[in-house]
């Protein structure tokens, strides 16, 4: 069974950073995305970044390019968000995720940048 655990959420001031991770178990893909998702009050699930883990190839969403680092520490079986010159509009719910032809998703973790 696949579960993923999240990490690394808190309430930080605009211009800050946070680090979040979220380490996976029970993975039975030979390869597939692990990434991030973010969901703000009132509005839908977005894409943040994902890394393919075999190739570590990165994308990002372009509200947060130049932003945020997405980065996999294969020993681990884990991924982190390097978030830096946050901004009250990143505020949100973050997600992990792995999809490896079927997706699955983490419990969430609470961003909140205060301005």
């Known amino acids: 069974q696949v579960q993923l655990a999240e990490s690394g959420g808190g309430l930080v001031q605009a211009g800050g950073s946070l680090r979040l991770s979220c380490a996976a178990s029970g993975l039975i893909f030979s390869n597939y995305y692990m990434g991030w998702f973010r969901q703000a009050p009132g509005k839908e699930r977005e894409f943040v970044a994902r890394?393919?883990?075999?190739?570590?190839?990165?994308y990002y969403a372009d509200s947060v390019k130049g932003r945020f680092t997405i980065s996999r520490d294969n020993a681990k079986n884990a991924v982190y968000l390097q978030m830096n010159s946050l901004k009250p509009e990143d505020t949100a719910v973050y997600y992990c995720?792995?999809?490896?032809?079927?997706?699955?998703w983490g419990q969430g973790t609470q961003v909140t940048v205060s301005s």
């Open positions: 890394i393919i883990w075999r190739s570590g190839n990165t």
């Open positions: 995720y792995v999809d490896g032809g079927s997706v699955y």
